[in-house]
């Protein structure tokens, strides 16, 4: 799968988060990005089959997490656009607040 295509995954799910579907269908959705078999040397040491399963994980992870980051980039500008009241960033400052509060 290339990194566009999993782009468009991140967004699809949070299109279908957004569209009351069900948390299975975005599990699902999600699921479809990582690898199911992966391939390790024969002969390793525990460090060695982490490392290869690591390295098989990251370019399908990093892509997801560039399609979020993306996705809600582009919801930000066009909030920031839309309603001059309350920017984004102050938005996401309370939030960050509130989980540093739930945190204690």
Do not use: C, H, W
Not at 3 to 30: H, P
Not at 41 to 54: F, H, K, N, R, S
Not at 57 to 69: E, H, R, W, Y
Not at 70 to 75: D, H
Request: hydrophobic residues 50%.
């Amino acid at each position: 799968m290339t990194e566009n295509e999993i782009q468009l995954k991140a967004i699809a799910a949070l299109t279908a988060l957004r569209g009351d579907v069900g948390a299975d269908y975005v599990s699902d959705l999600l699921g479809e990005v990582i690898p199911t078999q992966f391939l390790v040397p024969a002969v390793a040491d525990p460090q060695e089959i982490g490392e290869a399963v690591l390295e098989q994980l990251s370019d399908p992870l990093s892509a997801l997490i560039n399609g979020f980051v993306l996705a809600f980039q582009t919801i930000a500008d066009a909030y920031d656009q839309l309603e001059p009241g309350t920017p984004t960033e102050a938005i996401l400052q309370a939030l960050a607040l509130d989980i540093a509060r739930g945190a204690d």
